[in-house]
């Protein structure tokens, strides 16, 4: 699609990539339990499919207690499913439940103390639709196995309508034109040891909101027309994010390409850099993360984290009109 409203930095991303090229990824990310769980493989390719295919707009999930925040907590809760071998993960179960019969399995989880009434994973309806859906699919056209479903592709992301990019938009959860869930799901996989991608060229990188509002804001695209940055700055409800997003999975190819880091790895680097350091609050002007421990330091091995590593080459450090500005806000289920 023409896209005269935003455009691509090569520059500002070619000094992003350098910043991030020597950077590693702290070994102890990946070998949480939520990937390495001790439970037969159907279990866990059941509890990475149905937590990614409820994982959008999570902005209200969180347990206080246990300092569990969005999708940190969607991972606490499906291990407790895995481990229970809850009916929550069977499709069978799903295919012939009511979204009421769903939402009372879901609520007590997503409650800080057990109580459905205090359940902070909201759009329930919605995520319960989404999961009987998937449950429908599975059971009728894949024997009621998630393995199945992604064994049927063969490692392959394209190939003549049988990847797994042909073939998970059939579930409604997964129907994003730019794959973010797809993406997302098959990285988890990859990591659990569960999947090897025979293709990976035709990975298309993840792309959510934090990532958004952080390369807006390193300066990695620009927003060129006034009034759709006067939107971002003021945070109105837009349409679509199409312009924006497209841009942001351009402004990630070239950054893998030159930094050396496999495109399916800036989820771990600029997620937990959005959702930690430069999200409501910047580390760059406020001094501190808003999440503690740090999101970004759990995942990236860095001894000195008093400063944000991208200030000398961010815009948004030393522009306000690009620090303030947000990711697009809009309705979706796509992420």
Request: aromatic content about 10%; glycine content about 4%.
């Amino acid at each position: 699609m023409e896209n005269n409203q935003t455009r691509l930095n090569p520059e500002v991303c070619e000094n992003v990539a350098k910043t991030i090229r020597d950077l590693k990824l702290r070994p102890d990310f990946y070998s949480r339990e939520y990937l390495n769980l001790a439970v037969d493989e159907e279990t866990k390719f059941r509890m990475h499919f149905f937590a990614v295919a409820i994982c959008h707009q999570t902005y209200s999930l969180q347990n206080q207690q246990l300092n569990l925040y969005g999708w940190d907590f969607l991972e606490y809760g499906f291990v407790k499913f895995a481990k229970s071998n809850s009916v929550i993960l069977d499709p069978d179960f799903l295919a012939h439940s009511s979204a009421k019969e769903v939402i009372e399995i879901l609520r007590p989880v997503f409650s800080p103390d057990e109580n459905p009434e205090n359940c902070t994973l909201d759009r329930l309806d919605e995520r319960a639709e989404l999961m009987i859906q998937a449950g429908k699919l599975i059971y009728s056209d894949y024997q009621n196995s998630v393995k199945n479903l992604i064994g049927s592709a063969a490692g392959f992301l394209l190939n003549e309508g049988k990847g797994l990019y042909e073939i998970l938009p059939r579930f409604e959860a997964f129907t994003d034109p730019l794959q973010k869930k797809s993406t997302f799901l098959i990285k988890l996989l990859m990591e659990a040891g569960l999947l090897k991608i025979n293709d990976p060229d035709n990975f298309i990188p993840i792309m959510d909101y934090h990532m958004q509002r952080v390369l807006m804001r390193l300066g990695c695209i620009e927003i060129i027309d006034k009034e759709l940055h006067e939107k971002l700055l003021n945070r109105e409800t837009l349409p679509s994010d199409e312009v924006v997003r497209n841009r942001c999975i351009e402004a990630f190819r070239l950054i893998a390409e030159i930094s050396g880091h496999p495109v399916t790895k800036m989820n771990d680097f600029f997620w937990s850099l959005g959702r930690s350091c430069c999200n409501q609050t910047t580390l760059c002007q406020n001094k501190v993360c808003e999440k503690i421990p740090c999101t970004f330091t759990q995942i990236i091995e860095i001894n000195d984290h008093s400063h944000c590593i991208f200030e000398p080459v961010c815009k948004g450090f030393r522009q306000s009109d690009y620090r303030n500005l947000w990711q697009p806000v809009i309705e979706t289920h796509y992420y």
